[in-house]
């Protein structure tokens, strides 16, 4: 099945920029979504689409997927970013029609 | 804004049997096609299953086919994961989560936990 890998981690000061990867086999030809999940909380959409915004998502947060790494960038970095980040794509075509990336824990030092 | 809310979860013996429950509300239930997804404690994300809005098609992981159960009653706006044969490996917290768009998980829920230990 289809695998996506991210880093485990990612650290970034506040006010700066995190870049969170997703890398898959030519996943620059699947559309990727991204979750953010909280402590204790429920994962909540933050992009779709590799770069589009659900409403109530602040324009720090963008996307963009080339070839095989997509890439979620969390611009003006705030304490509430500090998360778990995972990208996800559909894979109509196989048995396993969601996969999940391995997960990054954002760090705001 | 969509809620959802899950029940059901707790604590069961290896090999036995659990039904999980999502209540449904502020959107259009019947419309949507919709997901159990979990998360076991400390690692990611893992899809379970879905249905499609009349219940006439489902899809599983290889790891639950033949176990679990995903059903949906429209007129109760409710979602149903019968879940038997628990393993040690089923421990999670499950969440149930929506497809207003069926290649994504719109919304979710809080999630309930299923512990499987002797």
């Known amino acids: 099945s289809y695998v996506l890998t991210q880093p485990p981690s990612v650290s970034v000061a506040p006010g700066q920029t995190a870049r969170i990867t997703c890398g898959g086999n030519?996943?620059?030809?699947?559309?990727v979504h991204w979750y953010q999940q909280k402590p204790g909380q429920a994962p909540v959409l933050v992009v779709y689409?590799?770069?589009d915004r659900p409403s109530g998502i602040p324009e720090r947060f963008s996307g963009s997927n080339s070839e095989n790494t997509a890439t979620l960038t969390i611009s003006r970095v705030e304490a509430g970013d500090e998360a778990d980040y995972y990208c996800?794509?559909?894979?109509?075509?196989?048995?396993?029609?969601?996969?999940f990336g391995t997960g990054t824990k954002v760090t705001v030092l | 804004e969509v809620q959802l809310v899950e029940s059901g979860g707790g604590l069961v013996q290896p090999g036995g049997s659990l039904r999980l429950s999502c209540a449904a509300s502020?959107?259009?239930?019947?419309?949507?096609?919709m997901s159990w997804v979990r998360q076991a404690p400390g690692k990611g994300l893992e899809w379970v299953a879905n249905?499609?809005?009349?219940?006439?098609?489902?899809n599983y992981v290889d790891s639950v086919k033949g176990r679990f159960t995903i059903s949906r009653d429209n007129a109760k706006n409710s979602l149903y994961l019968q879940m038997n044969s628990l393993r040690a490996e089923d421990t999670a917290v499950y969440y149930c989560?929506?497809?207003?768009?069926?290649?994504?998980?719109?919304?979710w829920g809080q999630g309930t936990l299923v512990t499987v230990s002797s």
């Open positions: 502020r959107f259009s239930f019947s419309r949507f096609w």
């Open positions: 030519n996943i620059g030809s699947k559309s």
């Open positions: 996800q794509v559909w894979d109509s075509s196989s048995d396993l029609l969601y996969v």
């Open positions: 689409d590799d770069s």
């Open positions: 989560a929506t497809h207003l768009t069926l290649r994504l998980f719109d919304y």
């Open positions: 249905i499609n809005q009349d219940g006439s098609e489902k």
